[in-house]
């Protein structure tokens, strides 16, 4: 998992990360933070991720991270149906995202 494997983070900080991780998953297991699939690009994002829970941790990151979580996987299908949209492996390679739960979606 990139941002947490990243050469320059102190094991404090993957700790942090990992951490968020664990919360993000229950967040996402309780339905207070809901996956996206942007409709027609397949792209993924998380709408209620607050900046200050993070710890440094993207939106792609924590897909990849928590792809086989069974609350996670029960969101992105969720999500997809509601999209009518699979998520895209070339949108989430790409960096295709949003900062903002969705509404808007780009590359940087």
Request: net charge positive; glycine share 8%.
């Amino acid at each position: 998992m990139p941002c947490i494997t990243n050469e320059n983070l102190t094991e404090v900080a993957k700790e942090r990360q990992r951490e968020a991780l664990r919360k993000l998953a229950a967040k996402i297991a309780a339905g207070t933070v809901q996956v996206v699939v942007a409709k027609g690009t397949g792209a993924f994002a998380l709408k209620g991720w607050q900046d200050a829970d993070r710890e440094g941790v993207s939106d792609l990151c924590a897909y990849r991270a928590l792809m086989n979580d069974p609350a996670m996987r029960f969101a992105v299908r969720k999500a997809q149906a509601m999209s009518n949209t699979p998520i895209s492996a070339r949108a989430v390679a790409t960096g295709l995202h949003s900062h903002d739960g969705g509404a808007t979606w780009s590359r940087h």
